[in-house]
């Protein structure tokens, strides 16, 4: 996903363990909020929810996969709080190990 193409159209929010979070278009830094506005076509938003990626996560880090997340978008969940340091170690690992393209979606 490139969330920096998204915000110029929306602002983007992740949903993580039940909090709701503002992201920050310049450093993709989280800001709790206590709830989502109504999205609409003057104030468009996106919604990202961690307990769906985690549901895809084996299948997007997989680096057997022709559609596996390049590191740049693994790198980008990971700042977003979607794949913890441990996990991003591990698929940059992998990639490296394999010699994968690490330019892929």
Do not use: W
């Not at 990202?48 to 390049?70: E, G, H, T, W």
Request: hydrophobic content about 40%; glycine content about 2%.
């Amino acid at each position: 996903m490139q969330f920096h193409r998204f915000f110029n159209t929306h602002t983007i929010y992740v949903i993580i363990n039940e909090k709701i979070y503002k992201l920050n278009r310049k450093d993709l830094s989280r800001e709790e909020v206590n709830e989502l506005p109504k999205n609409s076509m003057e104030n468009p938003i996106m919604v990202l929810n961690k307990c769906q990626f985690d549901m895809a996560k084996v299948y997007l880090l997989n680096i057997q996969n022709p559609f596996r997340i390049s590191l740049y978008t693994a790198e980008l969940y990971n700042k977003i709080g979607f794949l913890s340091d441990d996990e991003l170690e591990i698929y940059k690992n992998e990639l490296e190990q394999f010699g994968h393209d690490s330019f892929m979606l």
